[in-house]
């Protein structure tokens, strides 16, 4: 096509930044369970929707309620999604996980499958199937650039989406590597059996797992909302098959690499709509997974995994 | 043995039971499946053909019916899914109904249509425009819509000879409809010496098009026709005016309804859309309309009459005929025309409409449309 242009190159990173830490977001949920009971939690997809779901009907209400002042919305909408999502993520693990611990691992993998179809119908039935959108909340931007000519765009929305997404890894990363509870999880993740006998409730440190990881889920869901304004029951699918593919990427299980591959597979899919054609994004990003799973089988931040006996 | 002789005995006495309850109802009652999204993203399109169905239906029979009979007017979902579509087609051979309104989406039409071929049921479609449905040699179907290569060549005029847009860029859906629309507009086009810069497919559920949006805004792109339907070229409007890219927009018909307003708000002001005459402002349909309106929903719909027009068809088939035999019907309804809402009909040997017009209209951000030709 035409010429290579330095700023079109700027706006594409910013675009594939922003993506890619919605990506995060959503795939840390994926990173996390993995990471401690070795298994894929299937419905997280489907958590993420209803994070999306909230946020947006509590944004609509604040807005009739006539509050306009955007931190205090940003605020309630985050507290009462990762509020209403983290109980949702608790009932899957309680629902879908617990009561088969110690089953073959196909089938809880099975009955979160079951979760999800459940999940995706439930919402489906209570708010329609229709997509529910929303006009943006938050609105203008800084423009860069020659008058006239091509400019960089960089929105209020896209620098929240970053600050946002900044904090809340930077809140887990210390909560995880801090906290007593996160010492547990750690200690879970090293070896379950053994932290057990160590004294560590794990159902306990497992349920909080999947909490941690609904909850930033339903601040993924609520940027979406803010940014997109478009929910439908379907957007679990894509959403959390993207998420799952950078936590893969990152290396499941680290939870440094699931933010590192939400960022990459961002910046992929942006470049590759930008340079090739908007068709092959998604070829780019798998197949870029196969590249690196090909070479490095762990992911990029993944460790050699040891086989647990 | 004993046992299995004696549940093939009740299987065949149910069976008995069950075959001469169905024609016991047969008798009195003439089915109509209406078989469109009712659920999923597309549904309210399905909402027009639901309505507009069910009032042709609810009007002939308040006249007495076909022949003596009631008609009834069967709704099934098939959310625009193609795979979902086969279901509701076998379900509506199981059942025996032999006319189909419907479908609704091309990609759904399609895969039904064939088994209706098969099984010799009669099917109008009101709403699916993509050629390939009439280009398979089939006798059963029929539509009360123009088709992509009507309306593309109308969107593609238009942008040829009135728009003239220095960079031109057709994007589509990668759906039957959507990207056959889309292939077709950018056929006129050629045809009239532009080249478009860029003709590309998106995802369908695709939420994210800022890098798409970025490089055409790069590329200068100036106009964009979009081949598909609503939710996803609201997302793209709305991310187009967000990141300051001021082309201008045109979709086909699948564009053309009040939630792109809801999605893209004020930045659907302006939106070009092609959609069939609005025959709700026909004087010759003011009093259908009204009867409508007293039940508060809105004629204005593009789907809304040819839907009431393909129960017309088939009851004025079944009257003149003087049969219900679906084949014998539908040889009727190719050497005859109707007088319907949408006007005179006839058909062409392929289940076309010989004559159906596609008009440009201006979209605005309080979902309302005016005519701009």
Not at chain 1, 113 to 141: C, E, H, K, W
Not at chain 1, 259 to 280: D, H, I, N, P, R
Not at chain 2, 279 to 299: C, G, I, R
Request: aromatic share 8%; glycine share 12%; hydrophobic share 45%.
């Amino acid at each position: 096509m035409s010429g290579f242009s330095l700023l079109e190159f700027i706006q594409q990173i910013i675009n594939g930044l922003t993506l890619g830490s919605i990506y995060a977001l959503i795939a840390i949920g994926y990173t996390m369970v993995y990471g401690i009971i070795g298994m894929i939690n299937f419905a997280h997809g489907e958590i993420y929707m209803i994070g999306a779901y909230v946020g947006l009907l509590v944004i609509t209400v604040l807005g009739l309620l006539g509050v306009d002042s955007i931190s205090l919305v940003l605020l309630a909408t985050l507290a009462i999604s990762i509020l209403v999502t983290g109980s949702y993520g608790w009932t899957v693990e309680r629902l879908a996980y617990r009561p088969l611990r110690g089953s073959p691992r196909l089938v809880p993998l099975i009955s979160a499958i079951g979760v999800s179809i459940f999940l995706q119908n439930y919402v489906q039935l209570g708010q329609g199937a229709r997509d529910v959108s929303m006009q943006p909340v938050l609105t203008g931007g800084w423009r860069f650039g020659p008058e006239g000519d091509f400019q960089v765009y960089l929105s209020y929305m896209q620098v929240l989406i970053a600050v946002v997404t900044v904090s809340f890894m930077t809140g887990l990363t210390l909560f995880i590597g801090r906290s007593r509870m996160g010492r547990a999880c750690r200690a879970c993740s090293e070896d379950r059996a053994m932290a057990n006998l160590l004294g560590i409730d794990t159902d306990r440190v497992i349920a909080l797992t999947f909490v941690l990881g609904a909850a930033l889920a339903a601040v993924a869901g609520v940027l979406v909302s803010m940014y997109y304004g478009l929910v439908n029951p379907f957007i679990g699918f894509i959403a959390g098959l993207k998420a799952f593919t950078a936590a893969v990427l990152g290396g499941i299980g680290s939870i440094p690499g699931a933010m590192l591959g939400g960022v990459v597979l961002g910046l992929a899919e942006s470049f590759a709509s930008a340079y090739l054609q908007t068709e092959y994004k998604d070829v780019v990003a798998f197949g870029l997974l196969i590249g690196v799973l090909l070479v490095r089988p762990t992911g990029l931040l993944g460790r050699p995994d040891v086989e647990k006996v | 043995m004993n046992t299995f002789s004696r549940s093939v005995l009740s299987a065949a006495v149910g069976a008995v039971i069950l075959g001469l309850g169905g024609l016991a109802q047969a008798a009195d009652v003439i089915k109509i499946a209406v078989a469109g999204p009712i659920t999923g993203p597309v549904a309210q399109y399905g909402d027009m053909q639901m309505i507009g169905a069910k009032m042709a239906v609810e009007q002939i029979n308040a006249k007495g019916g076909v022949n003596g009979k009631k008609l009834e007017a069967v709704l099934i979902d098939d959310v625009c899914e193609p795979k979902q579509a086969v279901a509701v087609a076998n379900q509506i051979v199981n059942q025996k109904i032999k006319y189909v309104v419907g479908h609704l989406c091309s990609g759904s039409t399609q895969p039904a249509s064939k088994l209706y071929e098969e099984e010799g049921i009669l099917m109008i479609t009101p709403a699916a425009t993509n050629p390939a449905i009439t280009q398979q040699g089939y006798k059963m179907v029929f539509r009360t819509i123009g088709t992509d290569d009507q309306q593309g060549p109308t969107a593609g005029k238009y942008i040829a000879t009135q728009i003239k847009p220095k960079k031109l860029a057709i994007l589509h859906d990668k759906q039957q409809y959507g990207e056959g629309i889309a292939k077709e507009v950018k056929k006129t086009v050629e045809a009239a010496g532009m080249k478009p810069v860029l003709f590309e497919g998106i995802n369908k559920g695709q939420t994210d098009f800022s890098a798409l949006i970025t490089k055409m805004k790069k590329d200068g792109v100036d106009f964009v026709y979009y081949g598909g339907y609503h939710p996803e070229l609201g997302l793209l409007l709305r991310q187009s005016r967000e990141q300051g890219f001021d082309a201008k927009y045109m979709g086909p018909e699948g564009v053309g309804n009040k939630d792109i307003s809801a999605i893209a708000g004020p930045a659907s002001e302006g939106l070009l859309v092609t959609l069939p005459a609005d025959f709700s402002t026909d004087p010759a349909n003011a009093e259908l309309v009204a009867a409508f309106k007293a039940k508060n929903q809105d004629a204005s719909g593009p789907f809304v009459m040819p839907s009431y027009a393909a129960v017309e068809i088939i009851t004025d088939a079944i009257k003149g005929a003087k049969t219900e035999d679906p084949v014998k019907l539908a040889e009727y309804i190719r050497k005859n025309s109707f007088q319907t809402p949408i006007g005179k009909v006839a058909f062409k040997d392929n289940g076309d409409l010989k004559e159906f017009e596609f008009v440009i209209f201006a979209w605005h951000a309080d979902a309302t449309k005016t005519p701009v030709k």
